[in-house]
Structure formats: structure tokens, C-alpha cells
């Protein structure tokens, strides 16, 4: 089991949760593996992405508190690895945490730092959202998302040797080069956000690995479907940094169709969830 980053020293260890999986479609599994990133890819450049991430993860956290409740916190891990056991990342230790905040939000840095706000787990109702949000963050970095917006390079044009380049260089340049890919990172979560067409992905790719792992396939429609009733500063962020609503519930529709997931039974997970949101500090 790889080492606990000290960043998440606080949190328990994530474990690997329980495996719900249902019979799916065939095709359904081959659309979360389909990146045309490899493990092979990866080879010598996971240190780095996971070291950018960390950096971006601090940064995260010196905007917004991680909340100190460890328990929660165990939870969010056991659902999230859950999902993410889906995904086609098997060299990436997911981190999971909430964080202080009546936000609707989650975020992703690079590497597999997830963080939700409290404001977004408040909104959900059951397991299931929250299992379809955390998966929707996994795509994120199981696509590279983060690291693909910032257009760095290596000598052989892919991202991932640049990102080594840059994370392990000596120079003062490098370091300067480096602190502003981190500073572009953060931007890019909390103001300008990543292209539409990588939301898009993160859902279908996240609708999929949830439903693989046992969960309601209808809960991010449904969580979804809530949010377009709130139109305040909670949501600001969110409607900015991502596509319209209504066009997410029609992508979504359309993947749930084109892969026969709606007949597919699903768990929620209420009871649980609510236990959990009864432990929140008050």
C-alpha cells in the first residue's frame, strides 16, 4: 500500500471499499478504460503528477479549511476509492476530504486530491450523489484534464514528460515556471474552469465507473435536477466553470440510454449516507 501523502496526514488512510458491482453492458466497461493514456504512458511520470497535484491540493486548502472530521472523512474515501476501482487509473492513491464551504462544488487537482464542499454535500440526499460527483472528479484526473488545460510539453509533445520536466527542475526558471502552472492550475478550478467538452467527459465516464460500482445510475441527473432550483452565490462558481444545466441533463440522458443503463438496478445508500451527515461537526 503506498505511503499516506503528508498533506492528508489527518484523514484515515484510503482504503479500497467494498466491491457492489451489477451486470453491466460490456460496452459500458470499455468506455471508462477508452483514454488514450496507458499505464505504459505513466511509467516515470506518476511522481510528478502526483507532486504537482499536492502543490495544487495546498493551494486549495489555504483557500478553503479541510474539515476536521475524521470519521466523514473515512467515508468520503470509501466511496470515492469505490468508484475510482472503475476507472483507468490503478497507479493513482485516490484522497477524498470535505472542506468548509456553503459552496456547491467539488474539485480535483492532478495526481488524485478530491475535495467536496460542505455546501455540496448538504445538497445531496443519498450515497449514490455523492458517489456520482466523486466519480465525476475521478474522470477528471483519470482524463488528465488539468494537466492537457495547461498545455505543457515535453520534448516528444506529451504533457506528462513536460510535467516532469518541470516539477523536477533545479533552476530558478523551473521553479518559477513551475509555481505558475500551479497558480494556473487553482485558476482553473476556481474561476475560469476547463473546457465544456471535459465536463462532458467527466460525467459519462463518472456516470459509468458509478454505475459499475453498484450505485443508482438516475442520482446525478437527480442531483443535478436540484441544483437548477438554486440561483444564488452558492452556485455561482459552479454555473461558471461548467456547461449550462440543461445541456449536462441532456449528455447525461443520453449516455444513460446509449449504454443501457437505465435498466440497470442501483443501491442509494440512504440510510448510510444520513448516519453520515448526522456525524458532521455542528
Not at 478553503?64 to 483507468?88: F, I, R
Not at 488528465?144 to 527542475?169: F, M, N, Q, T, Y
Amino acid at each position: 500500500m503506498k505511503t499516506p501523502i503528508t498533506l492528508f496526514s489527518a484523514l484515515l488512510a484510503a482504503g479500497l471499499a467494498w466491491q457492489t458491482a451489477t451486470a453491466a453492458p460490456q460496452a459500458a466497461r470499455a468506455r471508462v478504460s477508452e483514454s488514450h493514456y496507458t499505464l505504459a504512458n505513466l511509467q516515470g511520470d506518476m511522481e510528478a503528477e502526483i507532486a504537482f497535484g499536492r502543490d495544487v491540493a495546498a493551494r486549495i486548502l489555504g483557500q478553503l479549511k479541510l474539515l476536521e472530521a475524521s470519521e466523514v472523512n473515512q467515508y468520503l474515501n470509501l466511496v470515492g476509492n469505490a468508484v475510482a476501482l472503475h476507472g483507468n487509473r490503478p497507479e493513482i492513491t485516490f484522497r477524498f476530504a470535505l472542506v468548509q464551504s456553503d459552496t456547491i462544488n467539488a474539485y480535483a487537482a492532478p495526481g488524485g486530491y478530491i475535495f467536496v464542499t460542505t455546501g455540496a454535500f448538504a445538497l445531496m440526499q443519498d450515497e449514490s450523489e455523492l458517489a456520482a460527483v466523486l466519480a465525476h472528479e475521478v474522470a477528471h484526473i483519470n482524463q488528465r484534464h488539468i494537466v492537457e488545460a495547461l498545455h505543457i510539453r515535453g520534448s516528444d509533445d506529451a504533457p506528462e514528460a513536460g510535467l516532469a520536466r518541470l516539477v523536477g527542475g533545479a533552476t530558478d526558471t523551473a521553479r518559477v515556471a513551475f509555481t505558475q502552472a500551479v497558480d494556473k492550475a487553482v485558476e482553473i478550478l476556481f474561476e475560469a474552469g476547463l473546457q465544456q467538452a471535459d465536463e462532458f467527459e467527466a460525467d459519462r465516464l463518472g456516470l459509468v465507473s458509478a454505475t459499475l460500482a453498484g450505485y443508482d445510475p438516475e442520482a446525478l441527473p437527480r442531483y443535478l435536477s436540484r441544483l437548477e432550483n438554486i440561483q444564488d452565490a452558492k452556485t455561482a462558481v459552479l454555473y461558471k466553470t461548467h456547461p449550462p444545466l440543461a445541456e449536462r441533463q441532456r449528455a447525461i440522458a443520453a449516455t444513460l440510454d446509449a449504454e443501457g443503463l437505465r435498466r440497470l438496478p442501483g443501491a442509494s445508500g440512504h440510510s448510510r449516507f444520513n448516519d453520515m451527515k448526522g456525524k458532521l461537526p455542528q
